[in-house]
Each structure stands twice: as structure tokens, then as C-alpha cells.
């Protein structure tokens, strides 16, 4: 399906969030919400690939454009309530597909309010992250984001070098990668702003969490998985076969057909 519209929701803190809605602009559908070092507009081949529900709704959470500031009171909380107001703005979501961050965005809002399907694909908690934390600090402060660019790609996607500086040589992508680091340190402490749940997503009908097969059992994305789905146990399991956390990116195609699938077996 092709986009059809962006609609625009004010915040709390001053700050709005944009959202890229795929298909029959006023019909309830699926809602994506993109973690961290990602957009709405990362996602636009998986939204155009799902076709299982007649609108496909992505998130521009704040802190990237076209949407707002994170502004200083920034938090966890800040996110499920910037959810809240796009799920009640675009009225009767069906469903809510939420990746890495996003994904644990998308089930704290489940175990906030009634939701009838939450799917989440490699959803991160604490102690995700916990040994960069620093790092992604000193680049913030030092105003550095070709710094953090590089903590994330070689100590958490475990990238070498030579992977790193072919992404710095193109300037186009590593000025796109950039951008999409400058909330980075905040969504990250925002994990440990608060204890951890010890359940989410008790107000979801259904809930489904996916892993990529290279990620599994793995860390950090694996393991991260495998704390979450502990505090899911009502979840069915599913596993994306040879793939790892960038699959909307490397497998956007399969990533969709298996969203689509899993509300096909509803």
C-alpha cells in the first residue's frame, strides 16, 4: 500500500509527533512504533509490504524530524504517553507492532490500557545497553554523534571496523545515521530511569513477540528478548529465520509477511 497521508499530534512538553499513516487514511489498522537509531521513514518498505489490515500507521516518535524535541523532562513514561495520544488521535488501532525500544514502548502501553493484538520484534529491557551508557554520555556531552554512531554499531550490533568506516565513507548514510543518534543517550538511560516490570502487556487480547534466528539465545539483542518474554508468558513465540535485530531494514519483504501473518491467525 502507498502512503496516503501524515498527520500530526501535539505532546506533552510542547513537542508533537508526526505519523506516516500506509493505505485508507481514516480506517483502523496496525500502528508501528521504531526504536531506537531509527524513524518512520526507515520503516516505510515494511509498512508498504503489510497488507493484512487496511492502514498501516508509523510513529516519528520525538527526537527526529519531522516530529519534536525530546525536551528535558524525557522518560519511558514519555513515550507511552506520546503513544496514548496517537492511538486515541487515530481512533480503534486493531494492532500494535513495536521494534527493539519501540517494542517495549508498544508493551508497557498494553499493560496500560486494553489493546486487542501488541507484536514486538526483538523488544529491549534493562540490563540492555547498561556497558555503553557511558560512552553514549561522553558523546553527547562532547557533542559527538559520529561517536555514538560507532559505540552502537561495533559494541551493541557488533559490527568490525572495516563494516563501520564502509558506512562512514558514504556521507549521505553517515550523516542519515548521525541525526538518528541525537536522542540515542536518552532513550537508552530511559531504561534505567525506573525498575524494571516485572510484567507487561496484561491489558493485550494478544501478544506475539518475534526474534530474529541469528539473534536467538545471543547477546544482547537475544538475551534482551529472553528477559522480555519472561514477563510475557501468555506470548506466542516466533522466530524469523536467518535474521538478526535490522531485519526491517535487510528483510523488510519477510518482516512484513510474517506481521500480516500473525494477524491472519487471529
Not at 8 to 33: I, K, N, Q
Not at 66 to 82: C, F, H, I, K, Q
Not at 101 to 130: S, T
Not at 188 to 206: I, M, N, Q, T
Request: proline letters at 7%; one cysteine or more.
Amino acid at each position: 500500500m502507498e502512503q496516503s497521508i501524515r498527520k500530526r499530534f501535539s505532546v506533552a512538553g510542547g513537542s508533537w509527533v508526526t505519523v506516516d499513516v500506509y493505505g485508507e487514511p481514516d480506517a483502523p489498522g496496525l500502528v508501528v512504533v521504531p526504536g531506537a537509531m531509527s524513524d518512520a521513514y526507515g520503516w516505510r518498505t515494511v509498512a508498504t509490504a503489510v497488507d493484512a489490515w487496511p492502514s498501516v500507521a508509523v510513529v516519528n516518535r520525538r527526537g527526529r524530524a519531522p516530529s519534536g524535541p525530546m525536551t528535558s523532562a524525557y522518560s519511558l513514561r514519555t513515550e507511552v504517553a506520546d503513544l496514548g495520544v496517537v492511538l486515541d488521535g487515530l481512533g480503534g488501532a486493531q494492532a500494535l507492532f513495536g521494534w527493539s525500544y519501540g517494542g517495549l514502548i508498544a508493551l508497557v502501553a498494553a499493560d496500560e490500557r486494553p489493546l486487542r493484538q501488541v507484536i514486538a520484534y526483538e523488544p529491549v529491557m534493562r540490563p540492555f545497553g547498561l556497558d555503553v551508557l557511558p560512552g553514549l554520555k561522553a558523546a553527547q556531552e562532547a557533542a559527538d554523534p559520529g561517536g555514538a554512531v560507532e559505540i552502537v554499531h561495533r559494541r551493541l550490533a557488533g559490527l568490525d571496523g572495516a563494516a563501520v568506516d564502509a558506512l562512514r565513507a558514504d556521507p549521505e548514510v553517515w550523516a542519515a545515521l548521525c541525526r538518528l543518534a541525537g536522542p540515542l543517550y536518552a532513550e537508552l538511560a530511559a531504561l534505567y530511569g525506573e525498575p524494571a516490570p516485572e510484567a507487561l502487556a496484561r491489558r493485550a487480547d494478544r501478544v506475539d513477540l518475534i526474534v530474529g534466528g541469528t539473534s536467538r539465545g545471543r547477546a544482547p539483542y537475544g538475551t534482551s528478548f529472553d528477559d522480555v518474554a519472561r514477563r510475557v508468558p501468555h506470548a506466542g513465540v516466533h522466530e524469523l529465520p536467518g535474521q538478526g535485530h535490522m531485519a526491517h531494514l535487510q528483510a523488510p519483504a519477510e518482516l512484513g509477511r510474517l506481521i500480516g501473518g500473525l494477524a491472519a491467525a487471529r
